[in-house]
């Protein structure tokens, strides 16, 4: 696949690229970096290059410069504590760390790139992805622009040109997704100040009339709780991170009757997986007959398989993707058959997805359990119609407990301190006794 | 019902803020009042054990309550039936 500056260049040059609270930016705008070394000659480099950028206009930049000249990129979140983003860069053999951070010792401004003199690279660049997860160091999977990019629509296939809003992080997997098809796909990418508050994120849209929104399902809602929402004149919405109900769906075909409705199943791990566009929750068994092409799409001992092409993806280091000998990946994903359609069910592993923050319920009880008074603790995962799940815990106290709120506070206190926020548990209860099975294991259902 | 509203509400608040709630209004819109869609899930919650009922998985229709008074009147809706 030609690299992401060469394809960019298909590209009307006076069309805006990237719509941000700093102003447009068009192609010409990206351009003087890259140009200018591409003039130059000088030491041929070996680059595997570690980005964690605020900033989506210089990530374009990097994007744009290293693609097709560097070894390999590396995604990081630019909300990634200090600590874990050196991990990263050490494990996956990185020998330049560039940011517009203020809190990361030895990495190197976006300038720096300028003075690398990298001519273009032998192999297809490596494009790194991160997992999100709210414990310990994420995990790394090896990608590259022709296996991420091969969902982009082409702009030849579109009624209009679609402006998309972006609501993701474009360091992981489901942003970097639209980055790349409004940039590929000679679409504009409006991507708002992350963080802002709700109404200002919808207006933000509405102002440069966003088209095309990517969101969680959790973000949907959030989205449909504000009158801001009004302001969106959509005609593609997709969603994906978490399992997507008919509620949902009911509730955004009511809000935009004419917009096509997109639900995808994706995960970093296995590259690409396919989409889902009749309204209806779950997917249809003609998806498992008729997979996208590229994908191999199984329901085996009641989980959801997928095959992605075999260069596709890759853990990086010690870490193997659970493999079968047949190519296809366990995703971990339960599914029941129901009304003719299979319907997600949650993990196979138990974690519990909160808006899409995936926590461990068996690492909640290790830290609970480390808590003075407390003698054994459960944790389960409660649905919630607004945030897709939640966290609940019932406690055995090791003694008499005299005020019982004022012993809850404490746990609460505790949790708070020790645990991402959404790890806490919603609701605790204090109980006599927790229901073990018959191997004396706390039952969880 | 709407006490108890109140009451949770500002008990979540101070758990997870820290700081004096602020005074609701009928046309407070639920997400500018500070608290995020996490923490109204878990006020949905507490109010399930408190009064017995969750309104948003037992109305038959997805439904995203936008100000303080939808969400109060949503709940008197449910508690009535």
């Given at each position: 696949?030609?690299?992401?500056?060469?394809?960019?260049?298909?590209?009307?040059?006076?069309?805006?690229?990237?719509?941000?609270?700093?102003?447009?930016?068009?192609?010409?705008?990206?351009?003087?970096?890259?140009?200018?070394?591409?003039?130059?000659?000088?030491?041929?480099?070996?680059?595997?290059v570690?980005?964690?950028?605020?900033?989506?206009?210089?990530?374009?930049?990097?994007?744009?410069?290293?693609?097709?000249?560097?070894?390999?990129?590396?995604?990081?979140?630019?909300?990634?504590?200090?600590?874990?983003?050196?991990?990263?860069?050490?494990?996956?053999?990185?020998?330049?760390?560039?940011?517009?951070?203020?809190?990361?010792?030895?990495?190197?401004?976006?300038?720096?790139?300028?003075?690398?003199?990298?001519r273009?690279?032998?192999?297809?660049?490596?494009?790194?992805?991160?997992?999100?997860?709210?414990?310990?160091?994420p995990?790394?999977?090896?990608?590259?622009?022709?296996?991420?990019?091969?969902t982009?629509?082409?702009?030849?296939?579109?009624?209009?040109?679609?402006?998309?809003?972006?609501?993701?992080?474009?360091?992981?997997?489901?942003?970097?997704?639209?980055?790349?098809?409004?940039?590929?796909?000679?679409?504009?990418?409006?991507?708002?100040?992350?963080?802002?508050?709700?109404?200002?994120?919808?207006?933000?849209?509405?102002?440069?009339?966003?088209?095309?929104?990517?969101?969680?399902?959790?973000l949907?809602?959030?989205?449909?709780?504000?009158?801001?929402?009004?302001?969106?004149?959509?005609?593609?919405?997709?969603?994906?991170?978490?399992?997507?109900?008919?509620?949902?769906?009911?509730?955004?075909?009511?809000?935009f009757?004419?917009a096509?409705?997109?639900?995808?199943?994706?995960?970093?791990?296995?590259?690409?997986?396919?989409?889902?566009?009749?309204?209806?929750?779950?997917?249809?068994?003609?998806?498992?007959?008729?997979?996208?092409?590229g994908?191999?799409?199984?329901?085996?001992?009641?989980?959801?398989?997928?095959?992605?092409?075999?260069?596709?993806?890759?853990?990086?280091?010690?870490?193997?993707?659970?493999?079968?000998?047949?190519?296809?990946?366990?995703?971990?994903?339960?599914?029941?058959?129901?009304?003719?359609?299979?319907?997600?069910l949650?993990?196979?592993?138990?974690?519990?997805?909160?808006?899409?923050?995936?926590?461990?319920?068996?690492?909640?009880?290790?830290?609970?359990?480390?808590?003075?008074?407390?003698?054994?603790?459960?944790?389960?995962?409660?649905?919630?119609?607004?945030?897709?799940?939640?966290?609940?815990?019932?406690?055995v106290?090791?003694?008499?407990?005299?005020?019982?709120?004022?012993?809850?506070?404490?746990?609460?206190?505790?949790?708070?301190?020790?645990?991402?926020?959404?790890?806490?548990?919603?609701?605790?209860?204090l109980?006599?006794?927790?229901?073990?099975?018959?191997?004396?294991?706390?039952?969880?259902? | 019902?709407?006490?108890?509203?109140?009451?949770?509400?500002?008990?979540?608040?101070?758990?997870?803020?820290?700081?004096k709630?602020?005074?609701?209004?009928?046309?407070?819109?639920?997400?500018?009042?500070?608290?995020?869609?996490?923490?109204?899930?878990?006020?949905?919650?507490?109010?399930?054990?408190?009064?017995?009922?969750?309104?948003?998985?037992?109305?038959?229709?997805?439904?995203?309550?936008?100000?303080?008074?939808?969400?109060?009147?949503?709940?008197?809706?449910?508690?009535?039936?």
């Amino acid at each position: 696949m030609r690299p992401f500056l060469s394809q960019l260049e298909n590209r009307r040059p006076d069309l805006p690229l990237l719509v941000t609270e700093r102003g447009i930016l068009k192609l010409s705008d990206l351009k003087p970096g890259p140009n200018k070394i591409m003039a130059q000659s000088g030491d041929v480099v070996s680059a595997r290059v570690a980005l964690s950028l605020h900033a989506p206009e210089a990530l374009l930049a990097a994007l744009a410069y290293l693609d097709g000249r560097a070894e390999a990129m590396l995604h990081i979140s630019p909300t990634l504590p200090p600590k874990l983003v050196t991990g990263l860069v050490t494990a996956a053999g990185c020998n330049y760390l560039i940011s517009d951070r203020d809190d990361l010792s030895g990495a190197a401004p976006l300038e720096t790139l300028a003075s690398l003199s990298l001519r273009p690279a032998l192999r297809e660049t490596e494009w790194i992805m991160t997992t999100s997860g709210t414990t310990g160091q994420p995990k790394m999977v090896r990608h590259c622009l022709s296996s991420l990019a091969r969902t982009v629509t082409p702009m030849a296939d579109l009624a209009s040109r679609p402006v998309w809003g972006l609501t993701y992080e474009p360091t992981r997997f489901a942003g970097m997704q639209v980055l790349l098809q409004a940039c590929l796909g000679e679409g504009v990418l409006v991507a708002p100040k992350l963080g802002s508050d709700i109404g200002a994120i919808l207006n933000f849209f509405a102002d440069h009339n966003c088209s095309h929104i990517s969101a969680t399902p959790t973000l949907w809602r959030r989205f449909l709780m504000h009158p801001n929402v009004a302001r969106l004149a959509l005609s593609q919405i997709t969603l994906g991170g978490e399992i997507v109900g008919q509620a949902l769906l009911n509730a955004l075909v009511a809000q935009f009757p004419t917009a096509r409705i997109t639900h995808v199943y994706a995960s970093t791990e296995a590259g690409v997986g396919f989409s889902v566009h009749d309204r209806r929750e779950g997917f249809p068994e003609s998806i498992v007959a008729n997979p996208p092409k590229g994908v191999g799409i199984a329901i085996r001992e009641g989980r959801l398989w997928l095959r992605p092409e075999s260069t596709a993806s890759e853990y990086l280091g010690e870490q193997r993707l659970p493999r079968a000998s047949d190519g296809f990946i366990d995703t971990g994903d339960r599914v029941t058959w129901r009304d003719n359609r299979y319907i997600f069910l949650g993990r196979d592993t138990g974690t519990i997805n909160i808006g899409g923050v995936k926590v461990n319920p068996e690492e909640i009880e290790r830290v609970i359990a480390t808590l003075d008074g407390v003698a054994m603790v459960s944790v389960t995962a409660k649905s919630s119609s607004l945030v897709g799940a939640m966290v609940t815990a019932q406690i055995v106290s090791s003694g008499p407990v005299v005020d019982e709120s004022a012993f809850l506070a404490r746990v609460f206190a505790y949790c708070r301190a020790n645990l991402a926020r959404e790890a806490v548990p919603a609701t605790i209860r204090l109980v006599d006794r927790l229901v073990t099975n018959s191997a004396g294991k706390i039952q969880r259902n | 019902m709407e006490d108890a509203i109140r009451e949770i509400f500002n008990g979540v608040w101070k758990e997870r803020k820290g700081t004096k709630p602020p005074v609701l209004e009928a046309d407070s819109l639920l997400l500018e009042t500070g608290l995020d869609s996490l923490d109204f899930a878990i006020v949905v919650a507490r109010l399930e054990e408190r009064v017995g009922f969750d309104p948003f998985s037992i109305a038959d229709d997805a439904y995203y309550p936008q100000t303080f008074g939808d969400f109060v009147a949503f709940y008197k809706k449910y508690s009535s039936m």
